[in-house]
């Protein structure tokens, strides 16, 4: 230091020597005292990547020499470098070209406002104004002023943005009640109720063909949800006697389907547990017969439709149906499958226990289908579990882009951005432009710093159906864009992020209530202590922050040189936490 104020001594001494013949040695020697600087945040903070810097001054009257100019720099210096910025020119009443002009009797006021790129060196930089004096027409001999601090440090709380974005799982699709159905028809004579095998539709092999296979789908003995027997009548006939007609026709087929139960108990010799039969008679299918006319290749088949749409009544309806069965023979093939009974029966599909997946999972995977082995890894929260059960799917079912998709969501889960990427990419490969794929690459992306990317692929997801207004509301921090951010957490709480985005809005009483209510970390303490800090709060400050490095000692390191603290880095209690 004593060598430094020697050197400094002496060039203001050649300095003054050099100067006095024009009057410019008392602006050397009066620097100090004549000329303030204010920086309108200080510490200098990190908003979106840069950091602004806004800084006031002020000229003395009567200070500046009339034929003087003088060059002002801000600059930001730092361990391994410094950010020069705009020059400033301040020039005397008596000279000429660019530059505030500063008169004599009065003071003069002067704004520097510059951004420079954040760099991480700049935590612990110091802004100073760099200036040197001349006489005009005689720059080439300069003189060098002493830089002037006028600010320390910048701040970089807005980029302090936890990892807990929202991520997307890939839905495995398993059920795990999933009901199978199976039915078959039986026909009926027009206007009777009876059973009548000999019927054509009855005989007919595909027909006969569904009632077998219900049969056989009834021998697999499967827990049966529910047998239901409907019964229609065709829509030709009057409607109080079709309604009856369909109702003997569903006790008919009631009939049948006891039979059949009794002949099937016989067979497999034991009881078929089921419940009571559901039956339901339907009266006449006017809508069936409608759909089939029109999906008929009946050449008249709209004119018909039309005059048949246009009788109010029922019964004259009716009516004109049966008119048209003389007109067109046709229509009487339309009618024959409509004078029928249903029978459908629901079964449960059986299912592997869930103990039995997750053993199955970790043990022989290969006794599971993909959905299962998929569904298997959401029964277990340990992430090392499940990232083994999701390389098994990969092994098994190699062409599942759900498989990665899902190993690259525990990785994230694990912060293993690296090996989470690999995996996006081989999903992404195999289902592109997959919505939970594209949110999980922007996750990646926003981690890496790549900013734009990363609000890309947020969007692309987004138009797929999948919520990521939680991350965009993460990146908007990041950018700077405190209000979007804001906006885009609209509906959420109780985060860390919420709460920094409304830190950085100027809302600290939201923060601290989203604060209060998010689950206990290291990062929540620590941005406690920060809020502390800005409201002077001693108690505040070193409680959190000793729960802070707690919970994550390496938070020792960042709050030491973290500018949030300034006021407290010569305070006892403050320096024994970080130490």
């Known amino acids: 230091m004593k060598n430094i104020n020697v050197k400094f001594l002496f060039v203001l001494l050649v300095s003054a020597a050099f100067f006095s013949s024009c009057g410019l040695n008392k602006m050397i020697r009066d620097y100090g005292d004549n000329i303030t600087y204010t920086s309108q945040v200080n510490p200098l903070e990190n908003h979106g990547g840069e950091v602004a810097v806004n800084v006031n001054g002020r000229v003395s009257d009567k200070y500046f020499h009339r034929r003087a100019k003088l060059e002002l720099t801000p600059v930001l210096k730092f361990e391994g470098g410094e950010k020069e910025m705009g020059t400033y020119i301040l020039r005397g009443d008596r000279t000429s070209g660019q530059g505030t002009l500063v008169n004599r009797g009065a003071d003069t006021n002067l704004s520097m406002n510059e951004k420079v790129a954040f760099e991480e060196g700049m935590l612990e930089s110091e802004l100073v104004i760099r200036a040197r004096v001349y006489r005009e027409g005689r720059e080439d001999a300069y003189v060098n002023l002493p830089d002037r601090k006028v600010a320390d440090g910048v701040i970089n709380t807005s980029q302090r943005v936890d990892k807990g974005q929202d991520l997307a799982l890939a839905p495995h699709g398993y059920e795990k009640v999933t009901t199978v159905s199976q039915s078959a028809d039986i026909y009926f004579e027009y206007m009777r109720h009876n059973l009548n095998w000999r019927l054509p539709l009855n005989r ?11 049969k056989d789908f009834l021998k697999r003995q499967w827990e049966i949800q529910s047998v239901e027997v409907n019964a229609w009548a065709s829509p030709e006939g009057e409607v109080a006697f079709n309604e009856k007609l369909s109702e003997n026709r569903a006790t008919a087929v009631e009939g049948y389907v006891n039979n059949l139960f009794r002949t099937l108990q016989r067979e497999l010799g034991e009881d078929i547990e089921r419940p009571d039969l559901k039956v339901t008679a339907k009266g006449e299918d006017f809508d069936g017969f409608m759909k089939v006319l029109n999906a008929s290749d009946l050449r008249d088949k709209q004119a018909i439709a039309n005059v048949i749409n246009s009788q109010l009544a029922p019964a004259e309806r009716e009516r004109r149906i049966k008119d048209m069965t003389v007109i067109y023979a046709e229509i009487e093939n339309l009618l024959a499958p409509l004078r029928r009974g249903e029978i459908v029966v629901t079964l449960f599909e059986p299912k592997k226990t869930d103990e039995e997946i997750a053993m199955f999972s970790t043990s022989d995977p290969s006794q599971l289908d993909n959905k299962e082995l998929l569904y298997a890894a959401t029964l277990t929260d340990d992430l090392q579990t499940q990232l083994a059960i999701y390389k098994a799917a990969q092994q098994h079912f190699p062409q599942d ?28 490969q195999l289902a592109p432009n997959t919505g939970y794929v594209l949110n999980n690459l922007g996750v990646v992306a926003l981690w890496e710093g790549d900013y734009e990317n990363a609000q890309s692929y947020f969007e692309a997801a987004q138009a ?3 919520r990521v207004n939680y991350n965009i509301g993460n990146l908007m ?6 209000p979007a951010a804001v906006s885009s957490f609209a509906g959420r709480t109780c985060t860390y992020n919420i709460a920094l985005a409304h830190l950085l809005a100027g809302n600290e009483s939201a923060a601290m209530t989203n604060l209060d209510c998010a689950p206990e970390s290291a ?18 400050v070193f409680q959190n922050l000793r729960r802070a490095v707690q919970l994550n000692p390496a ?10 603290f300034i006021r407290y880095f010569n305070v006892a209690e403050f320096q024994e936490l970080v130490r």
């Open 477 to 482: 921090i990041i950018k700077g864009d405190y």
């Open 555 to 564: 938070l020792k390191e960042e709050a030491k040189k973290d500018r949030e």
């Open 204 to 214: 007919d092999a595909a027909n006969q063909q569904k009632i077998e296979d219900l």
């Open 401 to 428: 882009y759900r498989g990665f998709n899902n190993a690259a969501y525990v990785y994230l889960k694990m912060e293993n951005g690296e090996e989470a990427a690999k995996e996006l990419e081989r999903a992404n």
């Open 464 to 466: 797929q159906g999948v």
């Open 523 to 540: 990062q929540v303490a620590y941005l406690k202590a920060v809020i502390g800090a800005r409201r002077e709060n001693n108690t505040m």
